[in-house]
Protein backbone atom coordinates (compact mmCIF):
# COMPACT_ATOMS: atom_id res chain seq x y z
CA UNK A 1 0.00 0.00 0.00
CA UNK A 2 0.98 3.62 -0.55
CA UNK A 3 1.21 3.48 3.56
CA UNK A 4 3.45 0.92 3.37
CA UNK A 5 5.69 2.79 1.09
CA UNK A 6 5.80 5.83 2.59
CA UNK A 7 7.20 4.30 5.34
CA UNK A 8 9.64 2.00 3.38
CA UNK A 9 10.60 5.50 1.74
CA UNK A 10 11.49 6.96 4.93
CA UNK A 11 13.39 4.57 6.06
CA UNK A 12 15.80 4.53 3.30
CA UNK A 13 16.28 8.25 3.37
CA UNK A 14 16.58 7.28 7.49
CA UNK A 15 19.35 5.47 6.35
CA UNK A 16 21.63 8.03 4.63
CA UNK A 17 20.68 10.58 6.95
CA UNK A 18 21.07 9.02 10.50
CA UNK A 19 23.64 6.38 10.28
CA UNK A 20 26.25 6.97 12.93
CA UNK A 21 24.66 10.17 14.61
CA UNK A 22 24.75 10.66 18.33
CA UNK A 23 23.58 13.07 21.10
CA UNK A 24 24.86 12.57 24.35
CA UNK A 25 23.70 14.93 27.34
CA UNK A 26 26.38 15.79 30.44
CA UNK A 27 26.30 17.50 33.35
CA UNK A 28 28.71 19.81 35.08
CA UNK A 29 28.63 20.90 38.60
CA UNK A 30 30.82 24.27 39.25
CA UNK A 31 33.13 24.33 42.37
CA UNK A 32 31.31 26.94 45.34
CA UNK A 33 32.81 30.31 44.96
CA UNK A 34 34.41 31.67 47.66
CA UNK A 35 31.85 34.03 48.14
CA UNK A 36 29.37 31.17 48.74
CA UNK A 37 31.78 29.15 51.03
CA UNK A 38 32.00 32.75 52.77
CA UNK A 39 27.97 32.85 52.79
CA UNK A 40 28.02 29.23 54.70
CA UNK A 41 26.05 27.74 51.41
CA UNK A 42 25.75 24.07 51.43
CA UNK A 43 26.17 22.04 48.59
CA UNK A 44 22.46 20.76 47.03
CA UNK A 45 24.00 18.57 44.57
CA UNK A 46 25.77 15.40 44.85
CA UNK A 47 27.67 13.41 42.02
CA UNK A 48 27.01 9.74 42.93
CA UNK A 49 29.25 8.57 40.02
CA UNK A 50 30.11 8.66 36.67
CA UNK A 51 26.42 9.36 35.08
CA UNK A 52 24.37 9.99 38.37
CA UNK A 53 23.78 13.35 39.76
CA UNK A 54 21.54 13.65 43.11
CA UNK A 55 19.65 16.82 44.49
CA UNK A 56 19.88 16.66 47.85
CA UNK A 57 18.15 19.79 49.42
CA UNK A 58 15.68 22.39 48.51
CA UNK A 59 16.29 26.12 48.43
CA UNK A 60 13.40 26.78 51.45
CA UNK A 61 10.62 25.02 52.70
CA UNK A 62 7.86 25.47 49.71
CA UNK A 63 10.40 24.78 46.79
CA UNK A 64 10.92 21.72 48.77
CA UNK A 65 6.74 21.19 49.24
CA UNK A 66 6.20 22.01 45.73
CA UNK A 67 9.02 19.40 44.24
CA UNK A 68 8.97 17.08 47.15
CA UNK A 69 8.23 14.21 44.80
CA UNK A 70 11.95 14.93 43.67
CA UNK A 71 13.85 14.70 46.70
CA UNK A 72 16.15 12.03 46.68
CA UNK A 73 15.92 11.44 42.86
CA UNK A 74 18.58 10.63 40.87
CA UNK A 75 18.89 11.86 37.57
CA UNK A 76 21.34 9.73 34.99
CA UNK A 77 23.29 11.30 32.04
CA UNK A 78 25.78 10.09 29.66
CA UNK A 79 28.32 11.61 31.77
CA UNK A 80 28.62 13.68 34.91
CA UNK A 81 31.21 16.24 35.82
CA UNK A 82 31.98 16.45 39.48
CA UNK A 83 32.91 20.32 40.95
CA UNK A 84 36.93 19.00 40.00
CA UNK A 85 36.86 17.38 37.12
CA UNK A 86 39.34 18.77 34.98
CA UNK A 87 38.74 21.06 31.69
CA UNK A 88 40.97 18.84 30.14
CA UNK A 89 38.34 15.75 31.05
CA UNK A 90 35.27 17.66 30.03
CA UNK A 91 36.78 18.24 26.25
CA UNK A 92 37.82 14.37 25.98
CA UNK A 93 34.89 13.09 27.17
CA UNK A 94 32.35 15.33 25.27
CA UNK A 95 33.93 16.91 22.11
CA UNK A 96 37.39 14.79 21.33
CA UNK A 97 35.50 12.46 19.27
CA UNK A 98 33.60 14.94 17.52
CA UNK A 99 36.85 16.87 16.32
CA UNK A 100 38.00 13.56 15.12
CA UNK A 101 34.61 13.35 12.69
CA UNK A 102 35.04 16.87 11.78
CA UNK A 103 38.41 15.81 10.10
CA UNK A 104 36.25 13.13 8.73
CA UNK A 105 34.14 15.55 6.97
CA UNK A 106 31.22 15.40 9.23
CA UNK A 107 29.27 18.46 11.34
CA UNK A 108 28.83 18.19 15.02
CA UNK A 109 27.90 20.71 17.89
CA UNK A 110 28.74 21.25 21.27
CA UNK A 111 26.41 23.38 23.62
CA UNK A 112 26.65 24.74 27.19
CA UNK A 113 23.22 25.25 28.78
CA UNK A 114 22.44 26.13 32.16
CA UNK A 115 21.65 29.88 34.17
CA UNK A 116 23.79 32.75 34.86
CA UNK A 117 26.94 31.78 36.55
CA UNK A 118 26.54 28.13 36.23
CA UNK A 119 29.99 27.89 34.37
CA UNK A 120 29.15 27.95 30.72
CA UNK A 121 31.52 30.13 29.74
CA UNK A 122 34.09 28.72 31.44
CA UNK A 123 33.34 25.61 30.11
CA UNK A 124 33.49 26.90 26.77
CA UNK A 125 36.46 29.32 26.57
CA UNK A 126 37.89 28.84 30.25
CA UNK A 127 41.34 30.79 31.24
CA UNK A 128 44.60 31.39 30.00
CA UNK A 129 45.51 29.11 32.47
CA UNK A 130 42.52 26.79 32.41
CA UNK A 131 41.61 27.08 29.01
CA UNK A 132 37.89 25.46 27.90
CA UNK A 133 36.60 22.61 25.15
CA UNK A 134 36.62 25.68 22.24
CA UNK A 135 40.54 26.54 22.63
CA UNK A 136 40.98 23.10 23.51
CA UNK A 137 39.38 21.76 20.45
CA UNK A 138 41.02 23.59 18.06
CA UNK A 139 44.34 22.86 19.82
CA UNK A 140 43.88 18.93 19.22
CA UNK A 141 42.39 19.46 15.23
CA UNK A 142 46.31 21.66 14.76
CA UNK A 143 47.83 18.53 16.12
CA UNK A 144 45.72 16.03 14.15
CA UNK A 145 46.10 17.88 11.31
CA UNK A 146 49.55 18.01 12.01
CA UNK A 147 49.42 14.23 12.46
CA UNK A 148 48.05 13.64 9.33
CA UNK A 149 49.84 16.20 7.03
CA UNK A 150 50.27 13.58 4.57
CA UNK A 151 47.02 12.93 3.12
CA UNK A 152 46.45 16.26 1.94
CA UNK A 153 45.98 19.88 2.94
CA UNK A 154 43.95 21.57 5.13
CA UNK A 155 42.71 24.68 5.75
CA UNK A 156 41.31 25.58 8.85
CA UNK A 157 38.56 28.82 8.96
CA UNK A 158 36.91 30.41 12.17
CA UNK A 159 33.93 32.75 12.78
CA UNK A 160 33.31 33.78 16.28
CA UNK A 161 29.61 35.08 16.10
CA UNK A 162 26.96 36.89 18.81
CA UNK A 163 23.50 36.31 18.79
CA UNK A 164 21.87 38.99 21.03
CA UNK A 165 18.17 39.96 20.48
CA UNK A 166 18.10 38.23 16.84
CA UNK A 167 20.79 39.99 15.56
CA UNK A 168 24.12 38.45 14.64
CA UNK A 169 27.28 39.85 15.11
CA UNK A 170 30.64 39.03 14.26
CA UNK A 171 32.98 39.01 17.59
CA UNK A 172 35.91 38.57 15.20
CA UNK A 173 35.25 41.96 13.60
CA UNK A 174 32.57 43.56 15.71
CA UNK A 175 30.12 46.79 15.04
CA UNK A 176 28.41 45.72 12.46
CA UNK A 177 25.71 43.31 12.13
CA UNK A 178 25.62 40.47 9.84
CA UNK A 179 22.72 39.60 8.06
CA UNK A 180 22.07 35.47 7.38
CA UNK A 181 21.36 34.62 3.87
CA UNK A 182 20.18 30.74 3.24
CA UNK A 183 23.07 29.55 0.87
CA UNK A 184 25.71 32.03 1.90
CA UNK A 185 27.39 31.43 5.12
CA UNK A 186 30.78 33.21 3.36
CA UNK A 187 29.30 36.96 4.53
CA UNK A 188 30.72 35.73 7.96
CA UNK A 189 34.17 36.84 8.60
CA UNK A 190 36.45 33.76 8.61
CA UNK A 191 39.97 33.58 9.35
CA UNK A 192 42.38 31.36 8.19
CA UNK A 193 43.80 29.83 11.64
CA UNK A 194 47.98 28.48 12.52
CA UNK A 195 48.44 27.93 15.80
CA UNK A 196 46.56 27.47 18.94
CA UNK A 197 47.59 30.80 20.28
CA UNK A 198 46.89 32.68 17.51
CA UNK A 199 43.31 30.88 18.11
CA UNK A 200 43.30 31.63 22.02
CA UNK A 201 43.88 35.66 21.66
CA UNK A 202 41.26 35.82 19.10
CA UNK A 203 38.70 34.32 21.31
CA UNK A 204 39.38 36.11 24.11
CA UNK A 205 39.05 38.89 22.60
CA UNK A 206 36.25 38.43 20.62
CA UNK A 207 34.18 37.49 23.83
CA UNK A 208 35.25 40.98 25.13
CA UNK A 209 33.15 41.94 22.18
CA UNK A 210 30.07 40.24 23.65
CA UNK A 211 27.34 41.95 24.33
CA UNK A 212 26.76 43.72 28.11
CA UNK A 213 23.36 44.58 29.19
CA UNK A 214 23.01 47.69 29.46
CA UNK A 215 20.70 47.91 32.99
CA UNK A 216 23.13 45.23 34.91
CA UNK A 217 27.03 45.47 34.90
CA UNK A 218 26.94 42.02 36.33
CA UNK A 219 25.04 40.19 33.56
CA UNK A 220 27.38 40.63 31.20
CA UNK A 221 26.89 38.40 28.27
CA UNK A 222 24.14 36.49 29.77
CA UNK A 223 21.27 36.88 26.85
CA UNK A 224 23.81 36.48 24.66
CA UNK A 225 24.51 33.27 22.69
CA UNK A 226 28.24 33.02 21.39
CA UNK A 227 28.94 30.97 18.59
CA UNK A 228 32.59 29.40 17.39
CA UNK A 229 32.38 27.77 13.98
CA UNK A 230 35.16 26.20 12.60
CA UNK A 231 35.23 24.90 9.22
CA UNK A 232 38.15 22.47 8.12
CA UNK A 233 38.87 21.83 4.37
CA UNK A 234 40.54 19.54 2.69
CA UNK A 235 41.20 17.05 -0.39
CA UNK A 236 42.01 13.44 -0.16
CA UNK A 237 41.72 10.77 -3.04
CA UNK A 238 38.75 8.33 -3.35
CA UNK A 239 38.68 5.06 -3.94
CA UNK A 240 39.12 5.57 -7.75
CA UNK A 241 42.29 8.01 -6.95
CA UNK A 242 39.80 11.19 -7.78
CA UNK A 243 41.18 14.00 -5.60
CA UNK A 244 37.90 15.34 -3.84
CA UNK A 245 37.39 18.21 -1.55
CA UNK A 246 35.64 17.38 1.96
CA UNK A 247 34.53 19.83 4.53
CA UNK A 248 33.84 19.40 8.04
CA UNK A 249 31.90 22.07 10.46
CA UNK A 250 32.11 21.60 14.39
CA UNK A 251 29.89 24.30 16.22
CA UNK A 252 30.52 25.21 19.78
CA UNK A 253 27.80 27.53 21.66
CA UNK A 254 28.15 29.31 24.71
CA UNK A 255 23.87 29.57 25.34
CA UNK A 256 22.29 32.20 26.46
CA UNK A 257 21.49 32.19 30.55
CA UNK A 258 18.26 29.58 30.54
CA UNK A 259 16.37 31.08 33.26
CA UNK A 260 15.42 33.45 31.06
CA UNK A 261 13.93 30.72 28.69
CA UNK A 262 12.33 29.21 32.49
CA UNK A 263 10.53 32.77 32.56
CA UNK A 264 9.73 33.32 29.21
CA UNK A 265 7.50 29.70 28.95
CA UNK A 266 5.18 31.50 31.43
CA UNK A 267 4.64 33.77 29.44
CA UNK A 268 2.39 35.03 26.79
CA UNK A 269 3.06 34.61 23.02
CA UNK A 270 2.37 38.41 22.41
CA UNK A 271 5.71 38.99 25.31
CA UNK A 272 7.82 36.68 23.64
CA UNK A 273 7.50 38.09 20.37
CA UNK A 274 7.79 41.89 21.99
CA UNK A 275 10.98 40.72 23.32
CA UNK A 276 12.59 38.52 21.88
CA UNK A 277 15.52 37.57 23.72
CA UNK A 278 14.87 33.89 23.97
CA UNK A 279 13.70 33.16 20.44
CA UNK A 280 16.48 31.41 20.03
CA UNK A 281 16.71 29.28 22.77
CA UNK A 282 12.82 28.49 22.36
CA UNK A 283 13.59 27.91 18.72
CA UNK A 284 16.66 25.41 19.38
CA UNK A 285 14.82 23.29 21.73
CA UNK A 286 11.50 23.14 19.17
CA UNK A 287 13.91 22.11 16.98
CA UNK A 288 15.46 19.32 18.96
CA UNK A 289 12.20 18.42 19.61
CA UNK A 290 10.93 17.67 16.46
CA UNK A 291 14.31 16.10 15.59
CA UNK A 292 13.48 14.19 18.36
CA UNK A 293 10.22 13.00 16.92
CA UNK A 294 11.15 12.59 13.66
CA UNK A 295 9.26 15.45 12.35
CA UNK A 296 10.17 15.85 8.41
CA UNK A 297 10.05 19.81 8.90
CA UNK A 298 12.49 20.88 11.53
CA UNK A 299 11.78 24.41 11.96
CA UNK A 300 15.51 26.07 12.03
CA UNK A 301 14.19 29.22 10.41
CA UNK A 302 12.58 30.04 12.68
CA UNK A 303 15.47 32.20 14.34
CA UNK A 304 19.32 33.09 13.88
CA UNK A 305 21.06 30.49 16.44
CA UNK A 306 18.77 27.57 14.35
CA UNK A 307 19.64 29.30 11.12
CA UNK A 308 23.22 29.03 12.19
CA UNK A 309 23.02 25.63 13.63
CA UNK A 310 21.29 24.02 10.55
CA UNK A 311 23.88 22.02 8.68
CA UNK A 312 25.62 20.68 12.17
CA UNK A 313 22.22 19.80 14.27
CA UNK A 314 19.99 17.03 13.66
CA UNK A 315 20.65 14.17 10.11
CA UNK A 316 24.14 12.87 10.28
CA UNK A 317 25.80 14.94 13.12
CA UNK A 318 26.89 14.46 16.40
CA UNK A 319 25.55 16.84 19.00
CA UNK A 320 26.94 17.55 22.39
CA UNK A 321 24.89 18.74 25.45
CA UNK A 322 26.34 20.13 28.53
CA UNK A 323 24.26 21.13 31.61
CA UNK A 324 25.58 23.11 33.74
CA UNK A 325 24.53 23.43 37.27
CA UNK A 326 25.78 25.73 40.51
CA UNK A 327 26.18 23.62 43.76
CA UNK A 328 24.25 26.23 46.20
CA UNK A 329 21.00 27.06 47.06
CA UNK A 330 20.19 30.40 47.93
CA UNK A 331 20.07 31.49 51.29
CA UNK A 332 16.63 33.45 51.08
CA UNK A 333 16.25 36.08 54.40
CA UNK A 334 19.70 37.95 53.96
CA UNK A 335 19.63 41.33 51.89
CA UNK A 336 22.65 40.02 50.40
CA UNK A 337 21.69 36.92 48.81
CA UNK A 338 18.37 38.48 47.56
CA UNK A 339 21.05 40.82 45.32
CA UNK A 340 22.31 37.88 43.99
CA UNK A 341 19.58 36.50 43.06
CA UNK A 342 18.66 39.36 41.07
CA UNK A 343 22.17 38.75 39.12
CA UNK A 344 21.62 35.13 39.12
CA UNK A 345 18.35 33.83 39.05
CA UNK A 346 19.41 30.55 39.44
CA UNK A 347 16.79 28.82 42.05
CA UNK A 348 16.71 25.05 42.82
CA UNK A 349 13.48 25.29 41.10
CA UNK A 350 15.24 26.03 37.76
CA UNK A 351 17.66 23.60 38.20
CA UNK A 352 15.36 20.53 39.14
CA UNK A 353 13.47 21.58 35.93
CA UNK A 354 16.68 21.61 33.59
CA UNK A 355 17.80 18.41 35.08
CA UNK A 356 14.48 16.85 34.26
CA UNK A 357 14.19 18.70 30.54
CA UNK A 358 17.73 17.48 30.00
CA UNK A 359 16.68 13.68 31.01
CA UNK A 360 13.27 12.94 29.46
CA UNK A 361 14.96 14.63 26.31
CA UNK A 362 17.45 12.29 27.07
CA UNK A 363 15.67 9.30 26.91
CA UNK A 364 13.32 10.75 24.20
CA UNK A 365 16.45 10.59 22.00
CA UNK A 366 17.71 7.19 22.91
CA UNK A 367 14.61 5.69 22.31
CA UNK A 368 14.19 7.39 18.65
CA UNK A 369 17.97 6.77 18.06
CA UNK A 370 16.96 2.09 19.14
CA UNK A 371 13.67 2.78 16.83
CA UNK A 372 15.81 4.13 14.13
CA UNK A 373 18.45 1.28 14.50
CA UNK A 374 15.64 -1.00 14.62
CA UNK A 375 14.20 0.50 11.37
CA UNK A 376 17.85 -0.49 9.61
CA UNK A 377 18.21 -3.53 10.89
CA UNK A 378 14.91 -4.26 9.31
CA UNK A 379 15.80 -2.97 5.85
CA UNK A 380 18.87 -4.89 6.11
P1 LIG B 1 28.12 31.47 32.97
O1 LIG B 1 28.87 31.67 31.70
O2 LIG B 1 27.29 30.21 32.95
O3 LIG B 1 27.29 32.64 33.35
P2 LIG B 1 30.74 31.47 34.17
O4 LIG B 1 31.41 30.51 33.28
O5 LIG B 1 31.03 32.91 33.94
O6 LIG B 1 29.16 31.25 34.18
O7 LIG B 1 31.08 31.05 35.67
C1 LIG B 1 30.80 31.84 36.80
C2 LIG B 1 32.04 31.92 37.71
O8 LIG B 1 32.38 30.64 38.19
C3 LIG B 1 33.24 32.43 36.97
O9 LIG B 1 33.98 33.24 37.86
C4 LIG B 1 34.03 31.18 36.61
O10 LIG B 1 35.41 31.42 36.49
C5 LIG B 1 33.72 30.27 37.79
N1 LIG B 1 33.67 28.86 37.38
C6 LIG B 1 32.70 28.26 36.66
N2 LIG B 1 32.93 26.95 36.48
C7 LIG B 1 34.10 26.70 37.09
C8 LIG B 1 34.91 25.52 37.26
N3 LIG B 1 34.54 24.33 36.77
N4 LIG B 1 36.06 25.64 37.97
C9 LIG B 1 36.44 26.82 38.49
N5 LIG B 1 35.74 27.96 38.35
C10 LIG B 1 34.58 27.92 37.67
MG1 LIG C 1 28.81 33.33 30.41
Known sequence: TKEVNGAKMEGVAERVVNIGSRILVFVRLRPMSKKEKEAGSRCCVRIVNKKEVYLTEFANENDYLRLKRLRGRHFTFDASFSDSTSQQEVY???TAELVEAVLQGRNGSVFCYGATGAGKTYTMLGTME????MVLAIKDLFTKIRQRSCDGNHVVHLSYLEVYNETVRDLLSPGR???LREDKQQVLTQYRAYSTDEVMALLQRGNQNRTTEPTRANE?????HAILQVVVEYRVKDASMNIVNRVGKLSLIDLAGSERALATDQRTVRSIEGANINRSLLALSSCINALVEGK???PY????LTQLLKDSLGGA???AMIANISPCNLSFGQPEANEELHQAPESETDQAKLLLELQKENRELRVQMARQQQKLLTLQ
Open 92 to 94: STT
Open 130 to 133: NPGV
Open 177 to 179: PLV
Open 220 to 224: TSSRS
Open 296 to 298: KHI
Open 301 to 304: RNSK
Open 317 to 319: CNT
